[in-house]
Nanobody, 119 residues
Framework: QVQLVESGGGLVQAGGSLRLSCAAS????????IAWYRQAPGKQRDLVAL???????NYADSVKGRFTISRDNAKNTVYLQMNSLTPEDTAVYYC?????????????WGRGAQVTVSS
């Protein structure tokens, strides 16, 4: 089992920055990759950024050059640094982890962190 807790959301003006954190606990050694997704009201949940255990990263086109995903393995924490925020970035941001344990694939979600960008 893996538990994920997000923090760092809030209200920010357009052009501002926020940093989200996702703290993982439990069988963290089994985690293959951690990602950030976001879901705006009335829209589907979309991938924002992903980082693998080897440090490889992937970003949605809409956030490339503005968002940076990173991880601190000693703290079992993944960060999402968000710069140059726009109102279109307003959403609930969810942390997601994929793990492989005893031959099975598991997927875990945090409860989400609200990010609101005012114009």
């Amino acid at each position: 089992q893996v538990q994920l807790v997000e923090s760092g959301g809030g209200l920010v003006q357009a052009g501002g920055s926020l940093r989200l954190s996702c703290a993982a606990s439990g069988t963290t050694f089994s985690i293959n990759a951690i990602a950030w997704y976001r879901q705006a009201p009335g829209k589907q949940r979309d991938l924002v950024a992903l980082i693998s255990t080897t440090g490889n990263t992937n970003y949605a086109d809409s956030v490339k050059g503005r968002f940076t995903i990173s991880r601190d393995n000693a703290k079992n924490t993944v960060y999402l640094q968000m710069n140059s925020l726009t109102p279109e970035d307003t959403a609930v941001y969810y942390c997601n982890a994929v793990s492989y344990y005893t031959g099975a694939r598991y997927e875990y979600w945090g409860r989400g962190a609200q990010v609101t960008v005012s114009s």
